[in-house]
């Protein structure tokens, strides 16, 4: 059985109640990253081994793709490592929590959101995409093999959820007393400044 941590119960509180919880197991197996991960270490080695031979030709290319390439193999790498374990998606009130499962157990790893962040969604067979409401946002995939349909429906009634609740907070007036707490003392502060000017009149 998996034991959450505190920081995941903390986000689990913030995100208010469960409404859906299913494991997603990627057909993709770790075979393509060791592969992936033999094929880069061969090309180290036939760089170190025949480099010289090949010399002229790599000074051809673009400086920029040299300096480029180290930089796209450490996401590439993490990229493909992902997909190869199963992942745990729980759809709450106000968000979404995806966490990694390797031989029954949590690894640690995780992504989390909130469904304000997101301004539709639409489904295929891989699962439903998610897209963002803004252009420095990412879109996310949440992945499914079943039950697409109703995956579907509760994202998109989320969506629709949070975005109806920050265009009704956007329209209240600033400053408008918001809590029963908070009438009440604005309530007092109106009848002080009343009393106030009745003293100097």
Not at 27 to 56: C, H, M, Q, W
Not at 111 to 124: E, L, P, Q, T, V
Not at 137 to 155: G, T, W
Request: charged fraction near 25%; aromatic fraction near 12%.
């Amino acid at each position: 059985m998996f034991q959450a941590s505190q920081n995941q119960k903390d986000s689990r509180n913030s995100l208010g109640k469960s409404i859906k919880t299913w494991v997603y197991t990627p057909k993709t197996s770790n075979r393509f990253l060791f592969y992936l991960i033999g094929l880069l270490l061969l090309a180290v080695v036939f760089v170190i081994r025949y480099g010289e031979d090949y010399l002229p030709m790599i000074k051809k290319i673009p400086s920029i793709v040299l300096y480029a390439i180290p930089l796209v193999i450490g996401p590439a790498v993490n990229y493909f490592r992902t997909r190869g374990k199963a992942q745990e998606w729980t759809l709450y009130e106000h968000g979404y929590i995806m966490k990694f499962i390797k031989n029954n157990e949590y690894t640690g790893e995780q992504i989390s959101g909130y469904w304000k962040d997101f301004s539709r969604c639409n489904y295929d067979e891989k699962g439903v995409k998610l897209i963002s409401s803004g252009p420095g946002r990412k879109n996310l995939r949440v992945k499914a093999e079943r039950n697409v349909m109703e995956i579907f429906s509760i994202c998109r009634e989320r969506i629709g959820i949070a975005e109806a609740e920050r265009l009704s907070h956007s329209s209240k007036a600033p400053g408008a007393p918001d809590t029963p707490e908070q009438r009440r003392v604005a309530k007092m502060e109106q009848r002080h400044r009343h009393a106030h000017k009745r003293d100097w009149s």
